[in-house]
């Protein structure tokens, strides 16, 4: 079955974003006036979700991994852009909306208000099949079918409702749900941050095991560095509505390219406490996302900086196989060299 | 739509599994323990039954008049709570009154609780443009005091019980909206109704499955302590000669008829006043328990 509804072949990708753009207009001002600022949180995103694979992203709060994923779970619509899923437009005559969501679904953060207070956990479960369709018997067998697979046994949790459940026994169930209409994309929006350590070990493990078991790409948002090096094959890295960095979890871990990502892994608490972090790898706080930098937009905090970058926007280029990086130094013939005086420390 | 493949072909029966308590199960539990609450049901289930059974239980005709026997001191012979300033006896018009007192507190309110929470769930769901159309217009008739917008309404479309339930209606609609708009705009925004529109579902499933069980509850509990005003302003109209028409029994009109008697018998004067009293603050003391049993954080 699985094979049937892989339209474009294994090496399609299985979502393909692109110049993907969302400003948040500000309240308040004129309300006809001919430039109000606005929030520019996703500003011209390119990445693709290879199939079957998990593709991890992380980066500060507020660089627009959340408006990302409402974005490409269509819940919000983009101002431009587009996303090709599996060959087809999304929105497009061959590839509806609806027919888009039916493959595509998503495990929130909040375990307790993604659940309607209201329902019992199995016709949360069963509501989408239901919708799509499915007679309210099957969906209900369908859901305490679901409700086993996520190791929560449906003679005890079936007719409970939300908040009989623990904060790990409610992320079960959303991911039940999402499973519910046998999706072939899972985002997964900061879906274990909430949890306790154990707790989250559990969960993520049965992420992997549901992976396998049915055959699921995953997009996972986190800004828990370790668990995106546990859980991805591949790392995209936002900062400020952009993505500056992208490569297989080896290559962002190991060897990163832009000073942003080093930064951010140096920010990493170590294990070996000689190799302790004494110095902030990154001042200050993000700039403000309602009027960004010009040139590249890390700029203003990155260490390598020279004059040309406050100047030209980085293009994305490719630093090595499978590995891309929107940085001036990498970009060729930009003007912009590696300063070798300036000792790059990879986290160790 | 018969695309999804079932998990398990096997149409068996589907054993049901032992179901928690509902919410509302739980909110009886609860209000049942509330002595209060269960003091103001009684009083008002035994007004109810009284005004239902009227026919039956009056002691005297409520319209026979007799020019020898008015105003008579409550515990007469004959008329246990005394006669009106026509002679009638006070008892049996009381009994009777309750009809149409209870009718135009209860009535108003349900019709408004209808109309009030379509337009504010409606309003509150889309959002948007046709949330600001419905808002501001309603709006307009917010801006009025609600007596007054009752008297105006009424005394615009004339004397008469069904003009003064649709003023009363009226005046209510604006106020159950605004409470439906803006818990509405809570759910949507809560991330249980993102998951539903991500699994496709139309706006009117979402709204039928997700939005009015967490909606009507709260909207019920406003709605039910706007009874009390709306039979207040009912006996007020009916007080100014625009609700309820004489001979017609009403505790408001004959809080009206009466009061030229306030000074020779007082207590007379104020038996319907009396009723109109406990049967608002039943009303709310019911609709503060419910509130109450309602709010406990699961």
């Known amino acids: ?348 | 739509m018969s695309a999804i493949a079932p998990l398990v072909t096997a149409a068996v029966a589907v054993p049901a599994f032992k179901r928690s308590r509902g919410h509302w199960a739980n909110v009886a539990a609860r209000i049942v323990r509330n002595p209060m609450a269960m003091v103001a049901a009684l009083v008002l289930l035994s007004l109810i039954f009284i005004a239902l059974a009227a026919p039956w239980l009056m002691p005297a005709d409520p319209f026979a008049t007799s020019m020898f026997a008015r105003l008579k001191p409550i515990g007469s012979v004959g008329h246990l709570l005394g006669t009106d300033e026509l002679g009638r006896d006070l008892l049996s018009r009381l009994m009777l009154g309750g009809r149409l007192s209870l009718f135009m507190g209860i009535t108003p309110v349900l019709l408004a609780f209808v109309l009030g929470s379509s337009l504010g769930i409606v309003a509150g769901y889309a959002g948007g443009l046709l949330n600001t159309a419905i808002m501001r217009t309603i709006d307009v008739l917010y801006a009025f005091p609600s007596v007054l917008l009752a008297i105006a309404l009424s005394g615009a479309l004339g004397a008469g019980i069904l003009n003064a339930l649709i003023s009363l209606t009226v005046v209510f609609i604006p106020q159950i909206a605004r409470i439906a708009e803006s818990v509405t705009t809570q759910v949507r925004r809560s991330d249980y109704v993102d998951a539903a529109r991500a699994s496709g579902a139309s706006a009117f499933a979402i709204v039928r499955a997700h939005v009015l069980g967490n909606v009507l509850g709260p909207i019920f509990v406003y709605s039910t302590s706007l009874i009390s005003v709306s039979m207040i302003l009912a006996s007020g109209l009916s007080f100014l000669g625009l609700g309820v028409k004489p001979p017609q029994p009403e505790w408001g009109l004959m809080l009206n008829t009466l009061r030229t008697a306030i000074y020779s018998q007082p207590w007379i004067a104020a038996l319907p006043g009396a009723f109109i009293f406990v049967t608002s603050v039943s009303f709310n003391m019911l609709s503060d328990g419910l509130r109450a049993a309602m709010e406990v954080k699961q």
């Open chain 1, 1 to 348: 079955m699985k094979s049937k509804r892989d339209i474009g072949g294994p090496r399609q990708p299985l979502l393909q974003v692109s110049e993907l753009r969302k400003y948040f207009p500000l309240k308040g001002g004129l309300p006809f006036a001919a430039n109000k600022s606005a929030v520019r949180a996703v500003d011209g995103v390119n990445f693709d979700i290879l199939k079957g694979e998990t593709l991890g992203v992380v980066g500060e709060s507020g660089c627009g991994k959340s408006t990302t994923a409402r974005l490409l779970m269509q819940l919000i619509e983009q101002d431009s852009g587009e996303l090709v899923f599996d060959g087809e437009t999304v929105g497009s005559r061959a590839l509806p909306l609806r027919q888009f969501r039916r493959q595509t679904q998503m495990v929130f953060q909040d375990s307790y208000a993604s659940l309607n207070p209201r329902m019992t956990i199995e016709d949360s479960i069963a509501f989408a099949p239901i919708v799509h369709g499915l007679p309210k018997r099957q969906a209900i067998t369908r859901a305490r079918d679901l409700l086993a697979r996520v190791g929560l046994e449906p003679e005890r949790f079936a007719g409970r409702y939300p908040h009989e459940l623990s904060g790990g026994q409610r992320q079960r169930v959303n991911i039940a749900r999402a499973l519910a209409l046998e999706p072939r994309l899972v985002i997964l929006d900061e879906a274990v941050s909430a949890l306790d350590k154990s707790v989250e070990a559990q969960v993520l493990n049965l992420l992997l095991d549901l992976k396998q078991e049915f055959g699921l790409t995953y997009l996972f948002i986190s800004h828990d560095l370790n668990v995106v090096r546990y859980i991805s094959d591949r790392v995209l890295v936002m900062y400020l509505g952009q993505v500056v960095e992208i490569g297989s979890a080896d290559q962002v871990f190991d060897t990163p390219k832009h000073p942003y990502t080093v930064a951010l892994l140096q920010s990493m608490p170590s294990m070996n406490p000689l190799q302790r972090t004494t110095v902030a790898p990154l001042a200050g706080d993000p700039p403000n996302p309602i009027n960004p930098p010009s040139g590249c937009r890390f700029h203003t905090r990155c260490s390598h900086a020279q004059a040309l970058c406050a100047q030209r926007a980085p293009l994305f280029a490719s630093a090595e196989k499978g590995h891309s990086v929107a940085c001036l130094r990498y970009e060729a013939g930009s003007g912009v060299h590696f300063n070798h005086n300036h000792v790059e420390v990879a986290h160790g």
